[in-house]
């Protein structure tokens, strides 16, 4: 029995999120998707997830979104210099905006669940501006770790999928 991501009861949804390296990938011939397969012996099914389709606009949010990695890394680097901080703000935002599209966003960041980190990452956001950086940044970081949290099995997913910096991480930490 194959079920899709989308025809998960709740319970089951969290079995997706374990699709890893022994997964089988195939390509469906009648429509074109490919799937990543897992057989999970103990339930007798296996499940399929679609793969993550990367569209011009997501790759354009991905590059954003390492530029304002960047400049946020560059900004702490030289003595938490304001104009690279926030560029580097600037840019991530927009990054994670076009990544995940504009509804999604803000349906993230205006959750009643994710209030604790909209409010830590917006205060961070103001400390940065009225020349407190290091206090800025800190309430930054813990903000994104709230509201981003639930994403890291879907990063690491993704990570291990880059072709060098894939088998460094398998090889360092796994």
């Known amino acids: 029995m194959i079920l899709h991501q989308s025809s998960f009861s709740p319970n089951l949804h969290h079995l997706v999120d374990h699709i890893s390296l022994d997964s089988k990938i195939v390509k469906e011939p009648s429509t074109g998707n490919v ?4 057989l999970l012996p103990s339930i007798g099914i296996r499940i399929a997830k679609m793969a993550y389709e990367l ?5 354009i949010g991905l ?7 960047s400049f946020t890394f560059l900004g ?4 938490f210099d304001r104009g690279l901080l926030a560029l580097g703000n600037i840019f991530w935002l927009t990054g994670v905006a076009l990544l995940l599209g504009f509804r999604s966003t803000w349906n993230l960041i205006t959750s009643k669940a994710n209030i ?4 830590s990452f917006l205060l961070g956001l103001f400390f940065l501006f009225v020349r407190w950086p290091i206090v800025g940044i800190i309430l930054e970081i813990y903000g994104c770790l709230v509201l981003f949290g639930r994403f890291w ?7 291990y999928e880059v072709p060098m910096l894939g088998w460094i991480i398998r090889f360092l930490f796994w």
């Open 153 to 159: 099995p879907s990063v690491k997913a993704f990570l």
């Open 76 to 79: 702490v680097v030289l003595f």
């Open 116 to 119: 604790k980190g909209s409010a």
């Open 63 to 69: 590059g954003l979104l390492g530029f304002g990695l």
């Open 55 to 59: 569209t011009e606009q997501k790759k």
């Open 35 to 38: 799937c990543a397969f897992r």
